[in-house]
């Protein structure tokens, strides 16, 4: 076997294990799904790796085969049919990013930095012709470098109480080399099996290790309180009653409504009917919408 053949399927092994190791962690740890960060994390990963494996080792899987030329337009087909898995992968990133900072970042950044690749994209590669879109493959560094720069930009601007200061910077790190690899990748393509392959590699590890270590770091340094500190401000805020109050202390504890029914000895038909009247005082439509008020009064 040649040291590209060898290379070549190191990394693919290595990538099939990062993706079976990321896609354990983020759901593994179900008591993370408070978070408002959370949920977005999970789908920025999921597409990133749909993405990974669908266009990028496609195109490299057919590139490593005798007939690699006689196929090579279906390859670039899998690859543009790809970019809208990449382009929402970015978008999750981004949101997961801004969540973590409840309402202090507006909701029109991440639509308007999205707007802005896409009109990149459409600038460079004015024809519809085949040509052009063949081309396409080397732009999904664009949506990544987008992704990974607001990322990085937002974390090293801003403390969240998500994170201590010595594992946001270390986020902050792991950005930034992404926001390198994406403009390498960009900038100089890959030509061969084995610059691709070593490509394909950082690609699903700078990703992986960036939800990964999230998921870890928030779970050791991020103790849930089993109480509010301004609860009487909260309760008085929206007027909501004493066993009321007993309940939205168990659901920012991070209680499922089963365990907070056990707990206060009543049925979990019961948990949802008070649930639901909390919803409506707060005007909120979910936990994770609840938990982030909760946290204005902390």
């Not at 040291?3 to 070549?8: K, N, Q, R, S």
């Not at 639509?111 to 004015?126: C, D, K, N, Q, S």
């Not at 004493?242 to 907070?260: A, C, L, V």
Request: net charge positive; hydrophobic share 50%.
């Amino acid at each position: 076997m040649t040291i590209e053949g060898l290379v070549f399927w190191i990394s693919f092994i290595f990538c099939l294990a990062l993706t079976a190791g990321g896609i354990m962690v983020i759901f593994r740890f179900t008591k993370l799904k408070t978070l408002p960060a959370f949920q977005h994390l999970q789908y920025f990963l999921i597409l990133l790796y749909t993405f990974g494996f669908y266009s990028l080792w496609s195109e490299s899987f057919i590139a490593f085969m005798p007939f690699a030329e006689q196929v090579k337009p279906f390859s670039k087909v899998l690859t543009v049919l790809g970019i809208p898995f990449i382009i929402f992968s970015a978008a999750q990133q981004m949101y997961w990013c801004k969540c973590m900072y409840d309402k202090t970042v507006n909701r029109a950044i991440v639509p308007a930095l999205l707007v802005g690749a896409v009109a990149f994209i459409v600038v460079e590669y004015r024809s519809l012709e085949w040509g052009s879109l063949t081309a396409l493959p080397n732009s999904y560094a664009v949506f990544g470098f987008v992704a990974s720069l607001f990322s990085l930009i937002l974390l090293a601007a801003k403390q969240t109480a998500l994170l201590l200061g010595q594992s946001r910077w270390v986020l902050v790190l792991a950005n930034a080399a992404l926001v390198v690899f994406y403009a390498v990748q960009y900038l100089l393509g890959s030509e061969g099996i084995l610059f691709k392959s070593i490509g394909h590699f950082f690609f699903f590890f700078g990703n992986t290790f960036l939800a990964v270590y999230f998921v870890y770091t928030v779970k050791h340094e991020s103790v849930p309180r089993t109480e509010l500190p301004s609860q009487e401000a909260f309760i008085n805020r929206f007027g909501l009653t004493s066993r009321e109050s007993e309940i939205i202390g168990e659901i920012y504890s991070g209680k499922t409504n089963q365990e907070i029914a056990d707990t206060l000895f009543v049925t979990l038909q019961t948990i949802k009917d008070h649930t639901s009247r909390i919803y409506q005082k707060t005007d909120v439509k979910s936990r994770a919408q609840l938990i982030r008020l909760m946290r204005d009064f902390v």
